[in-house]
């Protein structure tokens, strides 16, 4: 049971590249969310999507965007990267809004 | 929005003793307070959680107790193990399906 996957594993950007990071999850889950983690502050939202079909702005989605592909696929979009968006960045999914299962991370580093 | 704040970032226990984390939020509506552990390379994973109409919930080595009219809950590790260094993570939700964590404490077990 693979649980929440995410590629890539790392990544290295130039200021201005664009890349999509991807996200899976084989637990039928109906709810997907994207977090950034950087040193001393937690986890923060991005974007999440309650269902199928929607999406929802989190604490921090300047420079983001994000695709509900199908139930099983949520995808992170940085369309021009930025030094500020160097960071871990973890999907997770929750069948019943509460329990969240996260995947491993996408360490992502823009020079 | 929601704002949890958790208290201490780093704590350093000898092999044996207890660790005590504390968190507290600010929204009166917050009915779910997960714990999560981060080990080193890896996401977040559950490890304990209460809901508001209880005030003490345990697990094995783990407890964590809630005061609601504090606004405050705090997660209990007795005889801690080399394997519970680890960085430990609050959350509160609403009904929202959105989680708000704190910052995060790194706890050492020192053999």
């Known amino acids: 049971n693979a649980g929440v996957t995410q590629t890539p594993k790392f990544q290295v950007l130039k200021t201005g590249q664009s890349m999509t990071l991807q996200c899976a999850q084989d637990?039928?889950?109906?709810?997907m969310y994207w977090y950034r983690q950087d040193p001393g502050m937690g986890l923060r939202l991005i974007y999440y999507?309650?269902?199928?079909?929607?999406?929802d702005k989190g604490e921090v989605p300047n420079g983001y965007n994000v695709s509900r592909l199908n139930k099983r696929e949520f995808s992170l979009r940085l369309e021009s990267a930025a030094p500020s968006q160097t960071s871990v960045y973890f999907c997770?999914?929750?069948?019943?809004?509460?329990?969240?299962?996260f995947g491993a991370g996408t360490r992502l580093s823009v020079l | 929005g929601e704002n949890v704040e958790q208290h201490p970032s780093t704590l350093s226990v000898q092999e044996g003793d207890s660790a005590v984390i504390k968190c507290t939020y600010s929204?009166?509506?917050?009915?779910?307070f997960p714990w999560y552990k981060q080990e080193l390379g890896k996401g977040p994973q559950l490890i304990i959680d209460i809901r508001s109409n209880v005030g003490e919930k345990k697990d094995q080595r783990i407890a964590v107790t809630l005061n609601k009219t504090a606004k405050h809950f705090s997660l209990h590790i007795t005889e801690t193990q080399p394997e519970d260094s680890a960085v430990y993570f609050c959350a509160a939700s609403t009904n929202d399906y959105k989680l708000s964590f704190g910052a995060g404490t790194t706890v050492t077990v020192r053999a």
């Open positions: 929204d009166s509506a917050s009915n779910y």
């Open positions: 999507s309650a269902s199928e079909g929607t999406t």
């Open positions: 637990m039928n889950h109906n709810s």
């Open positions: 997770a999914s929750t069948r019943d809004g509460n329990i969240q299962y």
